[in-house]
C-alpha cells in the first residue's frame, strides 16, 4: 500500500476503499502483538511451574529417528532382496535389468518410487553390510 501497488484482498472484494483496508491492516497488527504478549505470558507461567522448556533431547530424538529409518530400510531390503536373487537367476545380469525387473514386478523402493540401478546397487551393497555386521567382520 505504501508503493502504491495496486492489489485486490480476496474476501474484500475489488472496490474496497484504503481506509477499510488500514483498518483491516491495524486490526491484524494487533492481534499479533496479543497473540505475542499471550505466549510470552504463557511460557513464563510453564517455566514457574518447572516445565522444561524446549527440546533438552534433542540429539537422542535425533539418533532414535535416524536408527528407524535405518531399520525400515534394512527391512525392505531383506524383503526385497530374494527377489533381486530371483530377477539375477533369470537371467538379469546387470544392476539395470534387476531394476527394469523390479519395476515390471511392480514392486517400489523403500521410499515408494521406481527402481534404478543405483537403488538396486545400495540394496546390495546393504546386504553385503548386513552380513558382514552379523559375521563380525569389518567391510
Known sequence: MSHRVPFVVAELGAD?????LHLFA????????????????????????GVTLGSPKLSQARESAVASIKAGADQH?????????????????????????????GISTARGGSWHAMSVKNVLDRSIARKASQTGERS
Open 77 to 105: 531390503a531383506a524383503n526385497v532382496l530374494p527377489i533381486i536373487k530371483e530377477a539375477q537367476k533369470a537371467g538379469a545380469t546387470t544392476l539395470r535389468a534387476v531394476a527394469e525387473a523390479l519395476n515390471a514386478r
Open 16 to 20: 474496497v476503499d484504503p481506509f477499510v
Open 26 to 49: 491495524a486490526l491484524a497488527e494487533k492481534e499479533r502483538s496479543l497473540i505475542s504478549t499471550r505466549t510470552r505470558q504463557a511460557l513464563a507461567a510453564a517455566q514457574a511451574r
